[in-house]
């Protein structure tokens, strides 16, 4: 095997004011021409190891040595970085993003436009190249921050979560290109937060609390849980409950929904429960599951949280009012010539879930502040809980709790602030507010950052806070806008649990999602394209529009949105 082009041994570094190590003794190889993944919970590590691979920063012990020198030291040309939220120039064009990496990498004026030439057409932007970044899609924006990465041609790349935000068609044309380099003989490190895309790396380092816990082939990761994996289809409607029960069950350590059926995992050395003792109907059928990398990356963790959800215990039970509690008809939104959304309609009743699927800039968040009354519709009209947003939208504003896309909290203020303002916003004060506000600190855990900044907290601790605003006042409907993304898989069930313990106490949830495993907890999901809903139906319904009945709906995402190009061709 070549020599590998990066190296870290026994790395430890602390920062100042953690009780812990942030990397406490890692190892790592990045060999040439090979993928090499990098996962773990938030607050594992990966960024500051990958920081002191780019030579940004110095360990406090150990070594990191590139290309045969010390990290520092090494020939920053070399090097393509790509940091988790990549410092793109909105004000500047794609073209003069481009440029501008080229300036700041040395990049000689003669070698310059055969650089832009193979980039454009690597990233296929070449048809963007006058529009500003801050206009682009997210997958776009993540096309553009690689090809300003690799404006001199790297031997070693460093992707920290690349595909953050950006929707399933996006992160496979990612994912591709950047198989395509490691093909070319570069070395890249890829830290993910989707396990699909590591279980396709050709070895993995797990990083848990500053600990490299595992380092190998994910394969050999996946094999030691054979056997663990099981299936039991489950009516629509007990969905919820059934997982509830079955991982309250000890013999459970981790549970997912997955269409009409249920996806558990049995804890090691312990016989596979039978269906009375999960809680399900005599009768239940229970088959065995191909195990895949996220289950075993669950279990090596210790499993996933329990079934039952403290915050949905101490949630209120919203009355059935017998009417729909979100009304979407013929919603339009243009902006000047152009259509973001174009005649979306849908409703749902009360106490389920809706899923908003679609690729970056199809319209989704579009449709998203117009039922929250944050955009006028240029046509149609909606409710929520009722309200007629054309005509009150401040009350529907009090009757949802809405979770924006990016974190929209105030990063400069605490967290405590941040939730006495929160409370303060949905009216509540005096001993209801405190009440609210102490709840909300013990069910998300945030004892620990009431005096810390909201905006320098680890990025799955943002999106508990967020949540936790949203619902201080115990909303009927709920709007999540990509609540879980970035996140690991741990915090993603524990948010999951939140709102399926929320929905049987008769909450409405309106979500969108990149994660496809998410979207299979929807009661019924519609997917908007170029501004228009293609297809609409349970996520079992909407697999078999696509033809893809017993595939992933990750899969079906995929061949609907490609069949809708192939109609609009041939059209």
């Not at 064009?93 to 055969?114: C, F, H, I, K, T």
């Not at 395509?180 to 050709?202: M, N, Q, R």
């Not at 519709?377 to 949802?400: C, M």
């Not at 999602?513 to 299979?520: C, G, K, L, N, Y």
Request: aromatic content about 6%.
């Amino acid at each position: 095997m070549a020599e590998p082009v990066a190296t870290a041994h026994a790395l430890t570094k602390r920062f100042a004011g953690q009780a812990s190590p942030a990397l406490d003794g890692v190892s790592i190889s990045i060999a040439p021409g090979r993928m090499t993944g990098l996962i773990g919970p938030d607050g594992a590590g990966k960024t500051t190891l990958i920081r002191i691979l780019a030579g940004l920063i110095d360990p406090d012990q150990g070594t990191a040595t590139v290309f045969g020198q010390p990290a520092t030291a090494t020939d920053r040309s070399m090097i393509g970085y790509m940091p988790q939220r990549f410092g793109l120039y909105e004000d500047l064009s794609v073209m003069e993003n481009l440029r501008l990496y080229a300036d700041l990498r040395g990049l000689a004026p003669s070698e310059r436009q055969a650089s832009f030439d193979r980039l454009l057409d690597f990233t296929d932007l070449r048809r963007f190249t006058t529009r500003l970044a801050g206009q682009l899609s997210g997958g776009m924006k993540q096309k553009l921050g690689l090809a300003c990465a690799m404006v001199r041609a790297p031997r070693l790349l460093l992707l920290d979560e690349p595909g953050v935000g950006v929707d399933p068609v996006s992160r496979r044309e990612l994912w591709q290109m950047v198989k395509d380099l490691a093909s070319d003989g570069i070395g890249v490190l890829w830290s993910t937060a989707y396990l699909d895309e590591a279980e396709k790396c050709d070895s993995v380092t797990l990083l848990s609390e500053g600990k490299a816990i595992y380092d190998g082939p994910p394969q050999t990761l996946t094999d030691a849980i054979k056997g663990r994996v099981i299936r039991i289809a489950v009516p629509g409607e007990g969905r919820r409950v059934a997982l509830q029960h079955a991982l309250d069950n000890p013999a459970i350590i981790d549970g997912t929904v997955q269409g009409d059926a249920l996806r558990l995992m049995v804890r090691a050395d312990t016989p596979v429960p039978d269906a009375k003792a999960l809680g399900l109907a005599p009768g239940s059928v229970i088959e065995p599951a191909r195990p895949r990398f996220e289950d075993a990356f669950i279990d090596l963790l210790g499993g996933g949280p329990s079934g039952t959800s403290d915050l949905a215990r101490h949630y209120r039970v919203i009355p059935d009012t017998h009417r729909p509690a979100i009304v979407a008809e013929g919603l339009t939104r243009r902006f000047g010539t152009f259509v973001a959304a174009d005649a979306i309609s849908f409703t749902v009743p009360r106490g389920q879930i809706f899923g908003l699927l679609g690729p970056n800039g199809a319209g989704k968040s579009t449709t998203f502040k117009m039922l929250c009354g944050l955009l006028t519709p240029s046509t149609g009209s909606g409710s929520v809980a009722g309200i007629d947003l054309r005509r009150a939208k401040a009350d529907a504003r009090q009757a949802l709790g809405y979770m924006a896309q990016k974190f929209s909290l105030y990063g400069d203020l605490s967290v405590r602030q941040n939730l006495n303002f929160f409370a303060g916003t949905y009216g509540l004060s005096g001993a209801r507010a405190r009440d609210a506000i102490e709840q909300a600190i013990a069910i998300f855990h945030l004892e620990r950052y009431l005096g810390t900044n909201a905006g320098t907290m680890p990025l799955g601790f943002k999106q508990r806070l967020a949540l936790a605003c949203a619902v201080l006042h115990q909303p009927p409907v709920l709007f999540l806008d990509e609540p879980t993304s970035g996140v690991d898989p741990l915090v993603r069930r524990e948010f999951w649990t939140h709102i399926n313990g929320m929905v049987e106490k008769g909450v409405t949830v309106l979500v969108t999602t990149h994660f496809m495993d998410e979207a299979e907890y929807c009661d019924r999901a519609t997917l908007i394209y170029r501004a228009r809903q293609i297809a609409t139906g349970t996520p079992d319904e909407l697999k078999a529009m696509a033809g893809k009945a017993d595939a992933t709906m990750e899969d079906a995402f995929v061949a609907l949105i490609e069949a809708s190009d192939l109609h609009r061709d041939a059209a």
